[in-house]
C-alpha cells in the first residue's frame, strides 16, 4: 500500500463537529455564514456555507481559518496589532493578501498545542462571526 | 441537447438596462464611467466603458460589482467598517485584491435577495459613481 | 431584514447529500479523497477531505468542480479536447490555472440546466475519482 | 476640464454593434456565448454574456480578446505556433496564463491597423466561437 497523509486531532469527525456547533450558534444568533475548518498543516479539512449566506463566505472563512492556524491567534486578537502605527501593520497584505485581521478566526487548541482552526464569516455583525468560530472551535475542549 | 446555465432575475435585458439607467446618469452628470453588472454568483454579465473613461474603469466597475454582490453591501456601505481601527479593516486586500471599499458598487436587489450587482468607475468624483451604479440597480425596483 | 443571497437548486441538504454519495463510493473503492460541491455561480457551497487524503485535494477538488460548472462539462471529456493538437490546447492554464482538464469534476444537472458541480481529487488512481464525483454529482437524478 | 482618455476607432458604438454581430450569428447558430470587445490598448469596451452561457465565459472572452490584440492575431491561428515543439509552444502560459491559443479571438482591422478585438466563448463547437467573433470583428469592415 502507499503511504497516506497523516490525520492529526482534527479528524472529519471533530471538523464535522465543528461546524455543527458554528453553525447551530449561528441559527440561535439569526446569522447566515460559512464556515471553514483546516488542520494544523493550514489546509481545509471541511466546509460549508449556509442557505442564504453571502458568496464572500468561502474566501474569507478559509483565509480567516488559515490566518488563525497560521498566526496561532483569534484573528480578532490581531486586529489591536495590526493598525496603522502598530508593531504589526501590515500584516493583511501577506501570503498574496490571505491574512485576515478581524474577526471570525479561531484556533483549535488540544492541550499545549494548536491544531487547527475554524474560520466563520458572513454575519451583518462581526461579533457573531466570532462568536460561531468560537463555539465551533471549542469542539476539543 | 447538452444542459446550459440557469439565468437568474439578472437576464441580458435587465443587465443591458441596468446599463442604460447608469449611463444616463452618467451623462447628466457630466461624468465618463464604466459600468459592470454582475449576477448573483459574482460572474460578470454586461460591462460598458464609455467614450473617453479611463482604462481603470474594467478592473474597478468589475471588482466593485463583485464585491457588492458578494458582501451584499454598497461598497459605499464598507468604507465606515474597514478603516483603521473599525471592525472589518484590512478587508480591501481580501479575495487577491478585488474587495472595493470605496463608493460604486451597488446590490441589485429583488424581493428579499441580492440577486446580481452594478458596478460604476471612472468619475471624477466618487459620489457620481455611486449615484451611476444606484441608478442601474434600481433596475428591478 | 437585510437582504440575503439566493439558494439555488444545491441546498445545504444536496451539497451534505453529494459528498455522502461521494465518500461512501470512496470507501467501497478504499480510496481516500477530497470532495468539494460548487453551486451554478462556482462558488464553494460544501467541502470535505477524508481523513488521510493528501493535501492537494482541497485545490484540486474545488478547481475540478468550479471547471465542471464553469464550462459545463466533465473535467475527464475536457482531456480529448485540450491535448496537443486538439481544439483547446492550452484551456488548462486558463482562470489563473483553475482549469483542470483530467478527471474528477462532473456537473451536477438538474432538468435542462447545469446548477452545480462536484470535485473529487485524491484517490490513486484517476478513475475513482471520477466515480465518486459522478456518484457525488448524481445526487439530484 | 480635466483631461480625459483617448478614444480610438472602437466607441461604443461600434462596440456594440460588434456585440451584436456576434450575438445574431450565435442566435443563428443556436449557440449561447459571452462576447467581449476591447480597444487598441486591449481595455475591455464592452462585454455581454448570452443568457444560458456558461460561467467560463467571461474569463475566456475577455482573454480571447486581449489575445488577439495583443498578438495581432485571431487566436485559432496562433494554435499552430504554440504546439509542443513548435516555434511558440508556451505561449499559453504567458501573461499569467491570459494567452489563449484556441480560437474564438478575432482581431479588429482598420486599413492597416489593428485597433481592438472581438473575443466569443461558449459555444459547444469551437468553431462557432471563431464564426461569431469573426462576424464581430467585420464591424468595421
Known amino acids: 500500500m502507499e503511504p497516506i497523509a497523516p490525520t492529526g486531532p482534527v479528524t472529519t469527525t471533530v471538523a464535522m463537529d465543528a461546524i455543527t456547533a458554528a453553525r447551530r450558534r449561528a441559527e440561535a444568533l439569526g446569522a447566515l455564514v460559512s464556515i471553514a475548518v483546516v488542520d494544523a498543516g493550514g489546509n481545509l479539512k471541511a466546509f460549508l456555507r449556509m442557505d442564504g449566506a453571502e458568496i464572500a463566505g468561502p474566501i474569507l472563512a478559509i483565509d480567516k481559518a488559515f490566518t488563525a492556524v497560521a498566526t496561532r491567534s483569534a484573528t480578532h486578537e490581531l486586529a489591536g496589532f495590526t493598525q496603522p502605527g502598530q508593531p504589526l501593520f501590515g500584516l493583511h497584505t501577506g501570503a498574496g493578501g490571505r491574512f485576515v485581521i478581524y474577526g471570525g478566526g479561531v484556533p483549535i487548541v488540544a492541550g499545549s498545542e494548536v491544531v487547527g482552526a475554524v474560520g ?7 461579533q457573531h462571526d466570532i462568536e460561531c468560530a468560537t463555539a465551533g ?5
Open 137 to 141: 472551535a471549542a469542539v476539543l475542549s
Open 120 to 126: 466563520v464569516s458572513g454575519a451583518a455583525d462581526v
